[in-house]
């Protein structure tokens, strides 16, 4: 089974913007998560594969999910970027055929993911 593989992470400053890609196919719904150190690892921002999306509070009206279905791409695109926002960010995808929407930011609905890409964000 292939995982996913996320691009695109690297340093900015703050007030700055990255877009961050991941490549995955098959998938009913995928989310973006992120992660640093000493903190749980959070849904940040997913989308069905209709394009029904979910933000968390922490980045709604900063970032932007969106997917192209034909190339098995899934973006986000991330302005005003915030030293808070540095973390690691991973792409998860899963196959169910039925979910809840209203749970699509946890990460107990998601089978696979990648490996992560480094997302650092200077004052």
């Known amino acids: 089974q292939v995982q996913p593989v996320e691009s695109g992470g690297g340093s900015v400053e703050s007030g700055g913007s990255l877009r961050l890609s991941c490549v995955g196919s098959g998938y009913t719904y995928m989310a973006w998560f992120r992660q640093s150190p000493g903190k749980e690892r959070e849904g940040i921002a997913a989308?069905?594969?209709?394009?029904?999306?979910s933000y968390s509070a922490s980045v709604k009206g900063r970032f932007t999910i969106s997917q192209d279905n034909a190339a098995n791409t899934m973006s986000l695109q991330m302005t005003g970027l915030k030293p808070d926002d540095t973390a690691v960010y991973y792409c998860a995808g899963d196959r169910a055929r039925s979910f809840d929407f209203a749970y699509l930011l946890h990460r107990e609905m998601y089978e696979d993911w990648g490996q992560g890409t480094q997302v650092t964000v200077s004052s």
């Open positions: 989308i069905t594969r209709s394009g029904r999306k």
